[in-house]
């Protein structure tokens, strides 16, 4: 019997309209990749989910991020992806903190917003790590998420 | 977020970055300890690129906490009891530059 693998999306602040987008979008793909996937937020990330996706059909597990840190802390909870959302200096906290908890993973940093360049170069933990400036457009690191993940390619 | 804001807290600085953060602790503390990310103080865990400074001042403890949407805040919080368990099972990284 195989043991199903485990993905978890940490989402930053809500306010870049392109970080819900790709989280639906990577929620899906993993899915159908074959992970059990859990996201965590702050409440309002979890309130822009539920509305998004009212049936559940891309990110079923939510988690606040202080319930998801206190599950691996303390109930030893296992991940074999971690995929980080971070716009500002918080977000890359939190992916830093993600990062240190789970050392041993593939782990990947998507770095948006109007100061991605400028905020990818504080990120000191390793990983992948995608740098695009978007804010409202998501297809450019859409499309860099796609070749990083490998979920094919999309002309659109 | 957790049970830290519910507790009574003074707010040192806000709006810092990370870094900024414990550059303001190691500067501004008498006692500067180290904590890993994840570890719990007041019964959150803390947040934050490895190690995360915490000050203590007497039964002071002064701490970086960081909200998505608001970056990161030093709060202040007097507590004997959380600073003595901190004191004894932090690592000690030296006084105040």
């Known amino acids: 019997m195989s043991v199903q693998k485990r993905a978890l999306i940490v989402l930053g602040c809500p306010e870049v309209p392109i970080q819900m987008a790709l989280a639906l979008f990577a929620g899906y793909y993993l899915e159908k990749g074959g992970y059990e996937v859990t996201t965590a937020g702050n409440p309002s990330v979890m309130k822009l989910i539920k509305t998004s996706d009212p049936g559940e059909h891309y990110l079923r597990r939510l988690v606040t991020l202080e319930k998801c840190i206190e599950g691996i802390t303390d109930r030893n909870d296992q991940y074999d992806l971690c995929i980080c959302f971070a716009h500002n200096d918080a977000g890359i906290s939190y992916a830093a903190t993600m990062r240190y908890l789970l050392a041993e993973i593939r782990f990947v940093t998507l770095v948006f917003g109007r100061n991605a360049e400028e905020l990818s170069g504080s990120i000191e933990f390793d990983g992948v790590k995608i740098v695009e400036p978007a804010v409202h457009n998501p297809i450019p690191i859409r499309r860099k998420l796609q070749e990083v993940m490998g979920w094919g390619a999309s002309k659109n | ?97």
């Open chain 2, 1 to 97: 977020m957790g049970c830290i804001e519910e507790l009574t807290y003074d707010i040192i600085e806000k709006g810092l970055s990370f870094p900024e953060s414990r550059l303001f602790i190691e500067k501004n503390y008498s006692e500067v300890y180290h904590i890993m990310p994840g570890t719990k103080i007041f019964g959150d865990p803390l947040i934050g690129p490895p190690p995360i400074a915490i000050g203590i001042e007497g039964d002071r403890v002064v701490f970086p906490y960081v909200k998505p949407c608001h970056g990161t805040f030093l709060l202040s919080i007097e507590d004997p009891d959380e600073a003595l368990r901190i004191r004894k099972t932090a690592k000690f990284a030296g006084r105040k530059k």
